[in-house]
C-alpha cells in the first residue's frame, strides 16, 4: 500500500513537450491535459479550459520515476531525513512514487510500528510512500516478523536492508511463509564473514590506500546462494543494489533458467569506480562499495539488457558531522533522490552507453514491476504520473540546494545536465522548479 | 657569546613552485612527490646532518615558526624526532596526545583542528589511527599539514627516512633491490616505502604469507612472493612488524605466529653475507625478526633513527620555505 498527504487533485496542461513513454509507443510533442488528477487528453492544441498551462515547449514529458529503495530515517534519526524531507526531496528528483526501507530505530518489524508510519505519512508525505517490513524480528536474523500480519496492514515488501539475511535456513523460512503474502522479499547480498570490516572494493586502490577491502565475491556468493533457495522454494525475489560483474552473472543464469528474479542498481555504482574513493572523501562511502570499471561495465550492460530492471537510489541520509570524519570512522550511504535523473542523464545517456528510453524505463516502469505497482504511464485515463524534465540544463550539485535534511551526496561540487522542472504524482503537482 | 652557527643558503635547497592548484604545501602522501621532490629533501637532510656535527646543534632557521605535534596513536620515534627537529631549527613546538586531551570526552578530529588551528600553527604534524585524518585536518586548518602516519595509509617522512639511511650505509639508491618482509597488509610504511623506492629507481620485492599481502598490490609497480626464499636476491631486507593490535578478531591471517616465524621469520640463515637489514620499529623480537639478527643489525637501526631527524628537519624546512601563503619566501625564511 501506498500512503500520502490527501488533498485536492489538480487540473493542468502541459504544452508542445516531447512527449515520451516506450511503453505506450509515445514519442511526440504534445499537449497533455490533466482533469482531476488524471490524465485527460494527449494532444495538438488541447483546450486549457481555465487550467493551469505549464510551457513544455524544448521539455521531455515522462512518466513520473519510481525509487525502490530509500531510507527516510523515521522513526529515530529525524535529524537526517523525515517523511515530509524525504518525499520533498523525491519530488524535486522526478519520483511520484518511493519505497522506504526498514531498517529505522526502531526497525519496521511490527504491525505497530507501520501503523505509525502510515499515519505519519498520510500527514506529510508530499508524494505516495510505502514502506517495507523487516523480514527478522529486529533485523536480528534469528526470528520471522509477523508477516502476514504486516502485509495485511500494507507493508509493501519484506527486507532486512542494511545487513544480510545470514542463515539460509531462516531465508528459506521467509520464502516459504512469506509466499502467502504475494510481497516480494528484498535482499542485501553481503557474506559477512567476507566483507569483515572492509570499507571499499577489495583490488589495486584498496591494497595501495591500506583500507581494508570488501571483495566483490562478497556480495556475489550471496547472490548465488539466495537464487540457488529462490530456485528451489519456486519463489520470485528481489537483489537490491548489485554491485559486482559476478553478481549480474548469476542472476542471468538464474533468469534464463526461470526464476523470477528481479535487481536493482544505484547511480553511483552506474557511473562511478573505486577510483573514486581516492578522494578519501566520506561521501563516496557505501555499502556495496564502489567496485572496478569492469564491474561498472558489466552494470551498465545488465541494466540496459534488462537483466537489473531497476535504478534504486539506495538514498542514505547522514549527519554531517557522521560524515565530517576519518573514511573508516564514516558510517556508510549517500544520497540520491535529488541528484539521480542528472547523474544518469550525464554519465551514461550523454556518453551514448544507454538510450534515454531504457533509462526512464529503467527509472519508473521497472522498479514498479518489480514490487507489483502499476507502471506509472501518460495514457488518457491513467492517474497521472508525470515529470517533465529540462535535458539542456547544466546545473551544480550543492549542499546549500537540497530538500534532503541531510547533503552526503556522492556529486558534491559537480555538474551535470538533465533537470527536473516538474512532477507530478498521483495527480497533484508535488514539485515546480 | 656562542657563535651562531650557520646553514648556508646554498646548502638547502628551495623546492620550486607553488603545488598545483597553488594551495599551501603538504606531506600527506609519497604519492604526492616527484623524484625531484625526494632528491630535494635527502640533500637538505644531508646538509642538517653536517650541521649537527658541530658542537651546538641548534640552528635559527625557523626561530617564531609553531609546530603542533598532534599524536592520537602510540609513538615513540616519530613524535620524538619531529619534536627534536622542530627545536633544532628553533620552532616553538607543542606535542598533544590523544590520551588526556579533550578527544577523551568525543571531541571529533574536526573540533580538535579547529581548536588548534586558532593559534596559527604554521606546521600540524598529525598521527592518527584512521586512513585520511591528515587531509580532513589539512581542510579544516589554515597549517601546512605533516602526517606521521594515518592508519594502514602513509608514512611519508618514514620512507624518506628509509631512503636516507640505505643510501648512507650503501652510497646509492638506484638499481638496489629492497625485500619487504613481513604483514604487508597493516603496513602503511610498506605502502610509502614502495612508492619512495620507485620514485628513486630501487625494484621491490613484497614477501609474506598470501593473506597478508593485500590483493591487487602489484599494481604499485612491486614483485610479490610468499617464499621466505625470496629475499636472496635482496641488497636490503625490510622487515616488517606483525601488526597484531591492527588486526580483526579471528581474522586468521596467519594460523599462529609460531607458524609465521618458522616460515617468514627473519633468521641469519636465511640471510646471505652483505645483506643489509632494516625495521622499522618497533620489533617484535622473535617473531619476525630472530634477537640475533635485530642485534647484528643494530647499527643500521640506529642509524634509521637518526636520519628520522634530519629527515624531519628538512620536511618541516622544505614546508615553510615556500612561505604561507602571502609572505614572499625570502622573509620566511632565517637562513643567512
Given at each position: 500500500?501506498?500512503?500520502?498527504?490527501?488533498?485536492?487533485?489538480?487540473?493542468?496542461?502541459?504544452?508542445?513537450?516531447?512527449?515520451?513513454?516506450?511503453?505506450?509507443?509515445?514519442?511526440?510533442?504534445?499537449?497533455?491535459?490533466?482533469?482531476?488528477?488524471?490524465?485527460?487528453?494527449?494532444?495538438?492544441?488541447?483546450?486549457?479550459?481555465?487550467?493551469?498551462?505549464?510551457?513544455?515547449?524544448?521539455?521531455?514529458?515522462?512518466?513520473?520515476?519510481?525509487?525502490?529503495?530509500?531510507?527516510?530515517?523515521?522513526?529515530?534519526?529525524?535529524?537526517?531525513?523525515?517523511?515530509?524531507?524525504?518525499?520533498?526531496?523525491?519530488?524535486?528528483?522526478?519520483?511520484?512514487?518511493?519505497?522506504?526501507?526498514?531498517?529505522?530505530?526502531?526497525?519496521?518489524?511490527?504491525?505497530?510500528?507501520?501503523?505509525?508510519?502510515?499515519?505519519?505519512?498520510?500527514?506529510?508525505?508530499?508524494?505516495?510512500?510505502?514502506?517495507?517490513?523487516?523480514?527478522?524480528?529486529?533485523?536480528?536474523?534469528?526470528?520471522?516478523?509477523?508477516?502476514?500480519?504486516?502485509?495485511?496492514?500494507?507493508?509493501?515488501?519484506?527486507?532486512?536492508?542494511?545487513?544480510?539475511?545470514?542463515?539460509?535456513?531462516?531465508?528459506?523460512?521467509?520464502?516459504?511463509?512469506?509466499?502467502?503474502?504475494?510481497?516480494?522479499?528484498?535482499?542485501?547480498?553481503?557474506?559477512?564473514?567476507?566483507?569483515?570490516?572492509?570499507?571499499?572494493?577489495?583490488?589495486?586502490?584498496?591494497?595501495?590506500?591500506?583500507?581494508?577491502?570488501?571483495?566483490?565475491?562478497?556480495?556475489?556468493?550471496?547472490?548465488?546462494?539466495?537464487?540457488?533457495?529462490?530456485?528451489?522454494?519456486?519463489?520470485?525475489?528481489?537483489?537490491?543494489?548489485?554491485?559486482?560483474?559476478?553478481?549480474?552473472?548469476?542472476?542471468?543464469?538464474?533468469?534464463?533458467?526461470?526464476?523470477?528474479?528481479?535487481?536493482?542498481?544505484?547511480?553511483?555504482?552506474?557511473?562511478?569506480?573505486?577510483?573514486?574513493?581516492?578522494?578519501?572523501?566520506?561521501?563516496?562511502?557505501?555499502?556495496?562499495?564502489?567496485?572496478?570499471?569492469?564491474?561498472?561495465?558489466?552494470?551498465?550492460?545488465?541494466?540496459?539488457?534488462?537483466?537489473?530492471?531497476?535504478?534504486?537510489?539506495?538514498?542514505?541520509?547522514?549527519?554531517?558531522?557522521?560524515?565530517?570524519?576519518?573514511?573508516?570512522?564514516?558510517?556508510?550511504?549517500?544520497?540520491?533522490?535529488?541528484?539521480?535523473?542528472?547523474?544518469?542523464?550525464?554519465?551514461?545517456?550523454?556518453?551514448?552507453?544507454?538510450?534515454?528510453?531504457?533509462?526512464?524505463?529503467?527509472?519508473?516502469?521497472?522498479?514498479?514491476?518489480?514490487?507489483?505497482?502499476?507502471?506509472?504511464?501518460?495514457?488518457?485515463?491513467?492517474?497521472?504520473?508525470?515529470?517533465?524534465?529540462?535535458?539542456?540544463?547544466?546545473?551544480?550539485?550543492?549542499?546549500?540546494?537540497?530538500?534532503?535534511?541531510?547533503?552526503?551526496?556522492?556529486?558534491?561540487?559537480?555538474?551535470?545536465?538533465?533537470?527536473?522542472?516538474?512532477?507530478?504524482?498521483?495527480?497533484?503537482?508535488?514539485?515546480?522548479? | 657569546?656562542t657563535p651562531e652557527l650557520r646553514v648556508?643558503?646554498?646548502?638547502?635547497?628551495?623546492?620550486?613552485?607553488?603545488?598545483?592548484?597553488?594551495?599551501?604545501?603538504?606531506?600527506?602522501?609519497?604519492?604526492?612527490?616527484?623524484?625531484?621532490?625526494?632528491?630535494?629533501?635527502?640533500?637538505?637532510?644531508?646538509s642538517f646532518g653536517r650541521s649537527l656535527e658541530r658542537e651546538v646543534k641548534k640552528l635559527?632557521?625557523?626561530?617564531?615558526?609553531?609546530?603542533?605535534?598532534?599524536?592520537?596513536?602510540?609513538?615513540?620515534?616519530?613524535?620524538?624526532?619531529?619534536?627534536?627537529?622542530?627545536?633544532r631549527?628553533?620552532?616553538?613546538?607543542?606535542?598533544?596526545?590523544?590520551?588526556?586531551?579533550?578527544?577523551?570526552?568525543?571531541?571529533?578530529?574536526?573540533?580538535?583542528?579547529?581548536?588548534?588551528?586558532?593559534?596559527?600553527?604554521?606546521?600540524?604534524?598529525?598521527?592518527?589511527?584512521?586512513?585520511?585524518?591528515?587531509?580532513?585536518?589539512?581542510?579544516?586548518?589554515?597549517?601546512?599539514?605533516?602526517?606521521?602516519?594515518?592508519?594502514?595509509?602513509?608514512?611519508?617522512?618514514?620512507?624518506?627516512?628509509?631512503?636516507?639511511?640505505?643510501?648512507?650505509?650503501?652510497?646509492?639508491?638506484?638499481?638496489?633491490?629492497?625485500?619487504?618482509?613481513?604483514?604487508?597488509?597493516?603496513?602503511?610504511?610498506?605502502?610509502?616505502?614502495?612508492?619512495?623506492?620507485?620514485?628513486?629507481?630501487?625494484?621491490?620485492?613484497?614477501?609474506?604469507?598470501?593473506?597478508?599481502?593485500?590483493?591487487?598490490?602489484?599494481?604499485?609497480?612491486?614483485?610479490?612472493?610468499?617464499?621466505?626464499?625470496?629475499?636472496?636476491?635482496?641488497?636490503?631486507?625490510?622487515?616488517?612488524?606483525?601488526?597484531?593490535?591492527?588486526?580483526?578478531?579471528?581474522?586468521?591471517?596467519?594460523?599462529?605466529?609460531?607458524?609465521?616465524?618458522?616460515?617468514?621469520?627473519?633468521?641469519?640463515?636465511?640471510?646471505?653475507?652483505?645483506?643489509?637489514?632494516?625495521?622499522?620499529?618497533?620489533?617484535?623480537?622473535?617473531?619476525?625478526?630472530?634477537?640475533?639478527?635485530?642485534?647484528?643489525?643494530?647499527?643500521?637501526?640506529?642509524?634509521?633513527?637518526?636520519?628520522?631527524?634530519?629527515?624531519?628537519?628538512?620536511?618541516?624546512?622544505?614546508?615553510?620555505?615556500?612561505?604561507?601563503?602571502?609572505?614572499?619566501?625570502?622573509?620566511?625564511?632565517?637562513?643567512?
Amino acid at each position: 500500500m501506498l500512503w500520502a498527504q490527501a488533498g485536492r487533485k489538480d487540473d493542468l496542461v502541459v504544452r508542445g513537450a516531447r512527449v515520451l513513454d516506450g511503453a505506450a509507443g509515445l514519442d511526440a510533442v504534445l499537449d497533455v491535459r490533466v482533469d482531476g488528477g488524471t490524465v485527460s487528453q494527449l494532444g495538438r492544441d488541447v483546450p486549457a479550459n481555465g487550467h493551469r498551462v505549464i510551457d513544455g515547449e524544448g521539455l521531455l514529458l515522462a512518466p513520473a520515476f519510481v525509487d525502490p529503495h530509500v531510507h527516510l530515517r523515521s522513526p529515530g534519526r529525524e535529524d537526517e531525513e523525515t517523511i515530509a524531507s524525504g518525499t520533498e526531496a523525491a519530488a524535486a528528483g522526478g519520483y511520484c512514487v518511493i519505497l522506504a526501507m526498514p531498517n529505522t530505530e526502531p526497525p519496521v518489524d511490527s504491525a505497530a510500528v507501520l501503523g505509525a508510519l502510515a499515519e505519519a505519512a498520510r500527514a506529510e508525505a508530499r508524494i505516495p510512500v510505502g514502506f517495507l517490513a523487516a523480514i527478522s524480528k529486529g533485523q536480528g536474523g534469528s526470528e520471522l516478523t509477523e508477516m502476514v500480519e504486516l502485509a495485511e496492514s500494507g507493508a509493501a515488501g519484506f527486507s532486512d536492508d542494511g545487513r544480510p539475511v545470514v542463515s539460509p535456513g531462516l531465508l528459506r523460512r521467509a520464502l516459504q511463509y512469506g509466499s502467502i503474502t504475494g510481497l516480494r522479499l528484498a535482499l542485501h547480498c553481503e557474506e559477512p564473514t567476507l566483507s569483515g570490516d572492509g570499507q571499499v572494493h577489495e583490488g589495486a586502490i584498496s591494497a595501495e590506500l591500506g583500507f581494508a577491502g570488501y571483495p566483490s565475491v562478497a556480495e556475489s556468493v550471496m547472490v548465488q546462494r539466495d537464487l540457488a533457495l529462490a530456485a528451489y522454494e519456486g519463489q520470485p525475489l528481489h537483489l537490491l543494489h548489485l554491485s559486482a560483474r559476478e553478481s549480474v552473472e548469476a542472476l542471468r543464469a538464474a533468469r534464463e533458467r526461470g526464476i523470477a528474479a528481479t535487481a536493482e542498481v544505484t547511480p553511483h555504482h552506474l557511473c562511478r569506480t573505486d577510483e573514486t574513493v581516492r578522494t578519501l572523501d566520506a561521501n563516496v562511502k557505501m555499502n556495496p562499495p564502489l567496485r572496478s570499471a569492469d564491474d561498472r561495465a558489466a552494470l551498465i550492460e545488465a541494466l540496459r539488457e534488462g537483466t537489473i530492471g531497476a535504478v534504486a537510489t539506495d538514498h542514505a541520509p547522514h549527519a554531517r558531522h557522521e560524515k565530517e570524519v576519518p573514511f573508516e570512522a564514516a558510517p556508510f550511504g549517500v544520497t540520491g533522490l535529488e541528484t539521480a535523473f542528472g547523474a544518469l542523464y550525464t554519465h551514461l545517456v550523454q556518453p551514448g552507453l544507454l538510450r534515454l528510453e531504457t533509462l526512464l524505463e529503467r527509472m519508473s516502469a521497472g522498479p514498479a514491476r518489480a514490487y507489483g505497482l502499476d507502471p506509472p504511464r501518460i495514457a488518457a485515463g491513467a492517474p497521472a504520473n508525470l515529470v517533465l524534465i529540462d535535458l539542456s540544463e547544466r546545473w551544480r550539485v550543492e549542499e546549500a540546494g537540497f530538500r534532503s535534511r541531510s547533503a552526503n551526496s556522492w556529486l558534491l561540487g559537480e555538474e551535470l545536465q538533465g533537470r527536473v522542472r516538474l512532477t507530478v504524482a498521483d495527480g497533484r503537482v508535488a514539485f515546480q522548479a | 657569546m656562542t657563535p651562531e652557527l650557520r646553514v648556508m643558503r646554498g646548502d638547502l635547497r628551495v623546492p620550486g613552485g607553488s603545488p598545483p592548484g597553488g594551495g599551501r604545501r603538504h606531506l600527506l602522501s609519497v604519492a604526492d612527490l616527484s623524484a625531484d621532490d625526494v632528491e630535494r629533501l635527502l640533500a637538505t637532510a644531508a646538509s642538517f646532518g653536517r650541521s649537527l656535527e658541530r658542537e651546538v646543534k641548534k640552528l635559527p632557521t625557523l626561530r617564531g615558526r609553531t609546530v603542533v605535534n598532534l599524536f592520537f596513536e602510540s609513538s615513540t620515534r616519530t613524535s620524538s624526532s619531529f619534536e627534536l627537529a622542530a627545536k633544532r631549527l628553533s620552532a616553538d613546538t607543542m606535542t598533544i596526545r590523544a590520551a588526556g586531551s579533550a578527544v577523551d570526552k568525543g571531541e571529533s578530529l574536526k573540533d580538535t583542528a579547529l581548536t588548534l588551528g586558532a593559534y596559527d600553527p604554521d606546521v600540524i604534524v598529525i598521527r592518527h589511527p584512521q586512513i585520511g585524518a591528515p587531509q580532513l585536518v589539512a581542510g579544516c586548518t589554515e597549517a601546512h599539514i605533516v602526517n606521521a602516519g594515518d592508519g594502514k595509509h602513509q608514512h611519508p617522512t618514514q620512507a624518506l627516512l628509509d631512503l636516507y639511511a640505505i643510501r648512507e650505509e650503501l652510497g646509492r639508491l638506484e638499481g638496489l633491490h629492497v625485500a619487504v618482509v613481513g604483514d604487508v597488509l597493516h603496513s602503511r610504511v610498506a605502502r610509502s616505502l614502495v612508492q619512495a623506492l620507485a620514485l628513486v629507481g630501487a625494484s621491490v620485492t613484497l614477501v609474506g604469507p598470501p593473506a597478508l599481502i593485500p590483493r591487487g598490490i602489484e599494481a604499485m609497480g612491486c614483485e610479490v612472493a610468499y617464499d621466505i626464499e625470496a629475499i636472496g636476491a635482496a641488497d636490503v631486507v625490510y622487515v616488517l612488524r606483525m601488526q597484531r593490535e591492527r588486526m580483526l578478531e579471528g581474522a586468521a591471517y596467519v594460523p599462529s605466529l609460531r607458524e609465521y616465524s618458522a616460515r617468514w621469520g627473519v633468521t641469519p640463515e636465511r640471510l646471505r653475507p652483505g645483506q643489509r637489514v632494516m625495521h622499522p620499529g618497533p620489533m617484535n623480537r622473535g617473531v619476525e625478526i630472530d634477537p640475533r639478527v635485530a642485534d647484528a643489525s643494530h647499527a643500521l637501526i640506529g642509524l634509521q633513527v637518526r636520519a628520522g631527524l634530519v629527515v624531519r628537519m628538512a620536511v618541516l624546512y622544505d614546508l615553510l620555505t615556500s612561505g604561507p601563503v602571502g609572505v614572499p619566501a625570502a622573509a620566511a625564511v632565517g637562513v643567512a
